[in-house]
């Protein structure tokens, strides 16, 4: 998963490790996604707390989607191509995860906003949702 205040990343994390470039490029390349997605979707949705947005777009090798929160925050998730098992529905139950630790690091006194993510509850909590999805 992948968190990006505008467009620029705080958090990103990978597993396995040996293709994180690659798993950078298609996170910097699914924001430009998230940003065409958003704005077709015009002022109707502006009301919502939350905006998942499903399936960015699909590769030969992954799955790509993408959910903003109301403070145009944008989280990312690639999953491997051949996990058939995981639902849509469970894909947005792991971004409103995603949301609420990313909402108790918000309310940290001690975080400044733009920050890159430093947190071992954050780490645990995506840690643990990651070797769901594997």
């Keep these: 998963p992948a968190v990006c205040a505008g467009n620029y990343p705080l958090y990103i994390r990978s ?14 390349t699914s924001l430009d996604v998230v940003d ?9 949705l502006v009301d919502q707390r939350e905006l998942y947005l499903g399936l960015l777009y699909p590769t030969e ?5 993408g959910y903003v929160t109301n403070s145009k925050v944008k989280f990312v998730m690639v999953v491997d191509s ?22 108790d690091i918000m309310c940290n006194p001690f975080y ?9 509850a954050f780490d645990t909590m995506v840690n643990s949702m990651m070797m769901q999805v594997c």
């Design 15 to 28: 597993v396995p490790t040996e293709n994180e470039l690659k798993f950078h490029y298609t996170v910097h």
């Design 36 to 44: 065409e997605k958003i704005s077709a979707m015009g002022k109707a």
């Design 61 to 65: 090798d992954y799955k790509v989607y």
């Design 82 to 103: 051949s996990n058939t098992a995981l639902r849509d529905n469970e894909i947005r139950s792991m971004f409103r995860k995603l949301h609420n630790s990313y909402t």
């Design 112 to 120: 400044n906003p733009g920050d890159r993510i430093h947190s071992r």
